[in-house]
């Protein structure tokens, strides 16, 4: 089998090069530790060439700021999928600082180089009234909780969220209280959500009686033992 070409940042330069020729340019290759130095009259463009996108690469880049506001990170086109949620965060970081990226595509014996983002101001103003409904969602999760039941930084733990605080809540009422419908639930605090939450049983903890009417499970009662300062908190609330 034919041993795959490992790509080096020096087969990045020529088809950069190419593409900047095309565009009027003058390029030069290592000036002052610049990887790559483009000059049309008065515009300066600065491209630092990078196997892979790296802190190393972004801190070099914006160090070039200095001298231009035009400047590049350049990379070989990446093996993953460009619509991903991956690639899609890494073109927000580049947007973020303000840089610019080109993309050099290896297909046979071609090369190919794609600018991808332009380097251009960023609207943070902008970007934050966009995503309103991201901010609401947030303050909306932190308004659902009791209290800080999570650790920051936990990746193989399960997290408490809002809603499953919620089917607590929910859970500990019935098991209190016994029979009781949704509507009676909610006049004791449990919220909008409690229907749905109750009809779509999640976690398995409610059981319908009869139209209306449910009571909490065997698994629920069993469950909700292992939130007892989550129990203990809503129980106070209705004493």
């Known amino acids: 089998m034919k041993e795959k070409h490992k790509i080096h940042e020096v087969d990045l330069y020529k088809p950069i090069q190419r593409f900047f020729i095309r565009e009027d340019f003058e390029v030069?290759?290592?000036?002052?530790?610049c990887d790559m130095v483009a000059v049309k009259g008065d515009q300066v463009v600065i491209i630092e060439l990078k196997r892979n996108l790296s802190v190393e690469l972004l801190v070099q880049a914006t160090k070039r700021?200095?001298?231009t506001d035009d400047v590049y990170v350049a990379i070989p086109k990446p093996s993953y999928n460009l619509r991903s949620k991956r690639w899609t965060d890494v073109c927000l970081l580049i947007r973020r600082l303000e840089l610019g990226l080109i993309i050099v595509s290896f297909a046979g014996n071609g090369r190919k180089a794609e600018v991808v983002i332009h380097?251009?101001?960023?609207?943070?103003?902008?970007?934050?009234s966009q995503n309103k409904r991201r901010r609401e969602h947030l303050l909306n999760e932190i308004n659902g909780r009791s209290a800080d039941y999570n650790i920051g930084g936990s990746t193989r733990t399960k997290i408490m969220t809002a809603y499953k605080e919620?089917?607590?809540?929910?859970a500990c009422y019935l098991n209190q209280f016994g029979e009781m419908s949704p509507k009676a639930l909610r006049e004791k605090g449990t919220g909008v959500k409690t229907s749905s939450i109750i009809s779509k049983?999640?976690?398995g903890w409610f059981v319908r009686v009869r139209r209306?009417?449910?009571?909490?499970?065997?698994?629920?009662?069993?469950?909700?033992k292992e939130f007892p300062e989550i129990v203990n908190h809503y129980l106070k609330i209705v004493k």
């Open 119 to 128: 380097p251009s101001s960023f609207n943070r103003k902008k970007s934050i």
């Open 201 to 203: 049983n999640y976690y």
């Open 212 to 224: 209306g009417v449910y009571i909490i499970s065997e698994k629920g009662k069993e469950d909700i």
């Open 65 to 67: 700021q200095r001298i």
């Open 28 to 33: 030069y290759g290592e000036v002052n530790d």
């Open 166 to 170: 919620n089917c607590i809540q929910i």
